[in-house]
């Protein structure tokens, strides 16, 4: 049974149209990136989600026995750049939000001050929000998703605007919370979805490019990645190699071809039969299986 | 429960931003400048006046209900700018900065919301001007002569319901707009408004809220509650409990 | 002009003036505690002490930054 069903999900803003036809489901318990380059709709698509904006046209579905209640009794929701009431303390900011979803003074208090010591903000717990660093900020902002013990934890863009530390903590913080919700979150980063995500959305100009598992993904666009080194470049191997038809892409970088081909097996047969007819003088051939970023290029830029 | 979660928290907020300090204050000052320097205004005439030798200036001392007029009267234009000044951010200012998105994203009604946010200002607002009622009756009488405690009361009474009325507004005009001091400015164009038909179609407005400060005169000056003040607070009241839902009604179909 | 100071009532300007001086040293607790302001601090601190009762006020509706 899916978490949520989103179907025919379309959103305009005056006439324009931002997020087309998005069809998809999420399996609860999974961890799930919205993954496209900026203005690809992703915080308009995650705003529809937490009921802040209301679609043009189509549906979102949660699981049935949630139908009857509020849902955002079972979501926690992360904006990119959350603003606090900075005259409160991180606790209070939490207890204040924790009591808005039905949670007693008491049992807010106490979960206040666990979240605080999870993601590091237990010794300023009673500082002012106001005095906090954009890092903490960022973690309090992920404490009071959690909060009310979601089903669902949507956080968009929540690595983007930290330094390579922060993004780390956070990370890992994410990698946590996949035992106890189901996380929705949005980036533009690749590295980032590969990291800690089971499955990929990836939205490009509003519209679902791509939607599925790592694995099946990287099965699905079988492009490999090789790598030619040459002791020198031969004047004619560019015009050989581009005239095969398992190449699909061609950089070179000094000594180095890189080619991305969408049959490895064939490729590297091929390849090696002509430096060998060629007698081209190779010092390293390296088939790399295709990863993420490639991926993400293809589909990003066909 | 929910209500006073987010009752509570406003009240929080106006008492470490000052309000519950200042705003009393401001209430006081006005509601006892005027009884003041209309009381001393011969006296400091006749001193630094330059006036020629024996002559004096008698200015006649208005009677104590007219001294007590005065305050409200300085409430329904400083006071209004004031109220109007303090609630014109009350939701517009959460939804501009964006601090809606982590408070919305629970399970709040917008009925809770909005009401829970409107009575703490309510609150605020009619706790200032019955202070400043009382120190400007204590003043009218040490310093214009007796008013007794019914006249104060009538006039709190009757006038508090506009006070209420202004905030509602303001409240309402919440909802419209993002930008709080586009907020204030079309809240304050809309009691402007209010008190123009008021006194153009005047016959026909009898019952309008705007008619209220009369009424309070009528009282302070009869002692006697008539039908159409009665009328005049239905209408208020029956003006603020349109505009609450109009206002929970517009912000729940509202992108936020 | 010693007469005319004199002549006045204190009685009834003590408050007045008791309730002023409360109302500017809350406005100065507040801008010494308060991380930004609308406009420079300093100018905010000449305001509230010089300017009468209208300084602290309009310190606390133009010059707090919420």
């Not at chain 1, 208090?109 to 993601?119: I, S, Y």
């Not at chain 1, 993004?167 to 590295?191: D, G, P, Q, W, Y």
């Not at chain 2, 399970?107 to 607002?125: D, E, Q």
Request: glycine content about 6%; aromatic content about 10%.
């Amino acid at each position: 049974m899916a978490l949520i069903k989103v179907e025919q999900l379309s959103k305009s803003f005056d006439g324009k149209e931002v997020v087309k036809n998005l069809n998809f489901e999420l399996e609860p318990g999974k961890c799930v990136a919205l993954l496209g380059p900026n203005g690809a709709g992703k915080t308009t698509t995650l705003r529809m989600l937490a009921g802040f904006s209301k679609p043009t046209k189509g549906s979102i579905k949660f699981d049935q026995e949630t139908l009857s209640r509020d849902i955002r009794q079972y979501i926690g929701y992360l904006p990119q750049y959350p603003v606090f009431h900075n005259w409160m303390t991180g606790k209070e900011f939490l207890m204040y939000v924790g009591q808005l979803a039905h949670m007693s003074r008491k049992e807010a208090g106490e979960r206040a001050t666990e979240l605080l010591d999870r993601v590091g903000l237990g010794d300023v717990e009673k500082k002012r929000i106001g005095k906090y660093s954009g890092g903490m900020k960022q973690r309090l902002g992920i404490a009071q998703a959690m909060m009310h013990r979601p089903t669902l934890i949507m956080l968009d863009e929540p690595v983007s605007s930290l330094d390579p530390i922060g993004r780390r903590e956070v990370l890992n913080l994410l990698m946590e919370l996949k035992k106890e919700a189901t996380i929705l979150f949005s980036t533009h980063i690749l590295n980032d979805a590969e990291e800690v995500s089971d499955e990929i959305l990836l939205l490009k100009q509003g519209e679902l490019i791509e939607h599925g598992s790592l694995d099946k993904l990287s099965q699905m666009y079988q492009t490999a990645r090789l790598e030619l080194d040459f002791r020198s470049l031969p004047e004619d191997a560019q015009e050989i190699l581009r005239s095969l038809e398992v190449v699909e892409q061609l950089t070179v970088n000094r000594q180095t071809v890189i080619l991305l081909v969408n049959d490895a097996d064939l490729a590297r047969k091929e390849l090696l039969k002509i430096a060998a007819q060629k007698d081209w003088d190779i010092t390293r051939f390296e088939l790399v299986k295709s990863n993420l970023e490639d991926l993400f290029m293809k589909a990003v830029n066909r | 429960m929910q209500w006073s979660v987010i009752f509570k928290k406003e009240l929080l907020e106006n008492w470490r931003n000052f309000k519950w300090i200042w705003v009393p204050i401001v209430f006081i000052i006005f509601g006892i400048m005027d009884p003041i320097t209309t009381y001393y205004m011969p006296k400091i005439i006749n001193t630094v006046g330059g006036l020629p030798e024996g002559a004096e200036i008698t200015i006649p001392q208005p009677p104590p209900e007219q001294a007590l007029l005065m305050s409200i009267n300085e409430y329904g234009t400083i006071g209004v700018l004031i109220i109007v000044l303090i609630t014109m951010g009350l939701i517009a200012g959460e939804l501009k900065s964006g601090v809606s998105e982590l408070v919305l994203s629970r399970p709040v009604t917008y009925t809770n919301y909005i009401t829970a946010k409107w009575a703490s200002t309510v609150l605020l607002i009619l706790a200032s001007f019955i202070i400043g009622m009382f120190f400007s009756w204590y003043y009218v009488n040490l310093l214009f002569g007796d008013l007794s405690l019914s006249q104060l009361f009538g006039a709190i009474f009757i006038y508090g319901f506009w006070m209420i009325f202004v905030v509602t507004i303001t409240v309402f005009v919440n909802t419209l707009f993002k930008v709080p001091g586009l907020v204030g400015f079309v809240s304050i164009l809309i009691v402007i408004l209010i008190h123009m038909v008021t006194s153009i179609f005047g016959r026909f407005l009898a019952y309008s809220p705007a008619n209220l400060s009369s009424y309070v005169s009528a009282y302070v000056h009869t002692g006697e509650m008539t039908a159409d003040m009665w009328s005049s607070i239905f209408v208020a009241i029956v003006g603020i409990a349109l505009l609450l839902l109009l206002s929970i009604n517009i912000l729940k179909n509202r992108e936020i | 002009m010693l007469e005319a100071l004199m002549q006045i009532n204190w009685a009834l300007l003590a408050p007045l003036i008791v309730i002023q001086v409360i109302l500017m040293i809350v406005a100065i607790i507040d801008l010494v505690r308060i991380e930004k302001t609308n406009g420079p601090k300093w100018l905010w601190a000449i305001i509230i002490i010089f300017v009468n009762v209208l300084g602290p006020i309009l310190y606390f509706i133009l010059g707090r930054r919420q």
